[in-house]
């Protein structure tokens, strides 16, 4: 009798487990939705880098030079735009993101980019930027010494690079001017926009709003969007109707998610994600090309000229590509966690 008992709890607990496991997904509401009005607004701008190492923009590039004729006109220097040469300097559209409720002395972080033919940007400074908003207006202003995430060298034809050299930012180089921020004061009602429209989830989020604050406040209107009645949540303030609501547990029910980052080379997959029988190949294939100078050097008395020639060389090795079989992956707690796992076990 004691034996027939411990098979059966054996058979039966994984079950229980299971179905534990599935209630037990919940999320913070502040990570499943937003409130509608309170995001961040783009910004961007139009400036110079200075200080590089001859890798800015050529005599060619009309506004850069246009730019820094106007820059020291404004200081007190005239100067003619074609006289000028930009080789230090490099032509940069500046964005960065205003984040809700911004304040006059907020920092922001800068991302500064070459749209002229600039090699790199590696070693400039950004000199003072004006950001403007959608609405044409000043909203903040960045300046500061730029920071790369990759290199180039070389020349003559053999070079080297890694990443983007032309991209690069500036951590905390911008400040707010102007303050943005929304009146929360005058909502007559909040909306909760979800980050992935779902139904259920929509659902799920107004009935837990409503057990939290014991009444009929919150009623969905979409798929995505759930309206919020501040006067009938019985609370003195939106901001602390928000406060209220924000760490609420909601069930959550997870997606198979894959992100591929294709500047750095870097692949995640989410937990959920199953692997299906795949075969992979793989091989290499490089390619190098160089340049020999030689000297042609012409007999005594024939009048002759010493002419340089160029001898291009083009070498490429290719690799036995190599075969990899995966086999069909399994979900995460299938031999503990399911109990379809356990029929043969049990019988």
């Known amino acids: 009798m004691r034996r027939r008992l411990l098979i059966l709890l054996l058979c039966?607990?994984?079950?229980?487990?299971?179905?534990?496991?599935?209630?037990?997904?919940?999320?913070?509401?502040?990570?499943?939705?937003?409130?509608?009005?309170?995001?961040?607004?783009?910004?961007?701008?139009?400036?110079?880098v200075v200080g590089l190492n001859g890798t800015g923009d050529r005599r060619q590039t009309l506004f850069t030079t246009q730019m820094l004729a106007n820059i020291l006109q404004k200081m007190g220097m005239q100067i003619a735009p074609g006289s000028v040469r930009v080789n230090n300097v490099a032509a940069v559209f500046v964005t960065a993101s205003l984040p809700a409720f911004a304040r006059s002395g907020t920092r922001l972080d800068i991302t500064v980019s070459s749209i002229g033919d600039a090699k790199s940007l590696d070693g400039g400074m950004l000199l003072l930027t004006p950001l403007r908003a959608a609405d044409g207006q000043i909203y903040a202003e960045a300046q500061g010494a730029l920071t790369l995430g990759g290199y180039s060298a070389g020349g003559s034809g053999n070079s080297k690079q890694v990443n983007h050299p032309t991209v690069a930012r500036i951590p905390e180089g911008g400040m707010v001017e102007r303050d943005f921020a929304v009146d929360l004061q005058?909502?007559?009602?909040?909306?909760?926009?979800?980050?992935?429209?779902?139904?259920?989830?929509?659902?799920?989020?107004?009935?837990?709003?409503?057990?939290?604050?014991?009444?009929?406040?919150?009623?969905?209107?979409?798929?995505?969007?759930?309206?919020?009645?501040?006067?009938?949540?019985?609370?003195?303030?939106?901001?602390?109707?928000?406060?209220?609501?924000e760490n609420l547990a909601i069930p959550t029910r997870s997606f198979a998610r894959v992100v591929v980052n294709e500047r750095t080379g870097t692949v995640v997959l989410g937990g959920d994600v199953k692997l299906g029988a795949v075969s992979v190949l793989h091989g290499?294939?490089?390619?190098?090309?160089?340049?020999?100078?030689?000297?042609?050097?012409?007999?005594?008395?024939?009048?002759?000229?010493?002419?340089?020639?160029?001898?291009?060389?083009?070498?490429?090795?290719?690799?036995?590509?190599?075969?990899?079989?995966?086999?069909?992956?399994?979900?995460?707690?299938?031999?503990?966690?399911?109990?379809?796992?356990?029929?043969?076990?049990?019988?």
Not at 30 to 40: H, I, L, N, P, Q
């Open 186 to 245: 005058s909502l007559a009602a909040i909306n909760l926009l979800l980050r992935r429209p779902d139904f259920s989830t929509a659902k799920d989020v107004a009935d837990e709003i409503n057990r939290e604050l014991g009444r009929a406040a919150a009623e969905v209107r979409d798929g995505r969007r759930v309206e919020i009645n501040v006067r009938l949540s019985g609370l003195p303030s939106t901001a602390s109707l928000i406060a209220r609501i």
């Open 12 to 48: 039966t607990s994984p079950v229980s487990m299971w179905a534990e496991k599935t209630r037990a997904q919940t999320t913070p509401l502040r990570e499943v939705a937003t409130v509608e009005g309170v995001r961040e607004n783009p910004l961007i701008g139009y400036g110079l």
């Open 284 to 347: 290499t294939l490089s390619v190098e090309i160089g340049t020999d100078f030689s000297v042609s050097q012409p007999p005594a008395l024939s009048h002759g000229t010493t002419t340089p020639i160029a001898q291009p060389t083009v070498r490429a090795q290719d690799s036995t590509a190599r075969r990899m079989e995966l086999s069909e992956g399994r979900e995460r707690g299938t031999t503990r966690d399911r109990p379809a796992e356990y029929g043969s076990y049990c019988a």
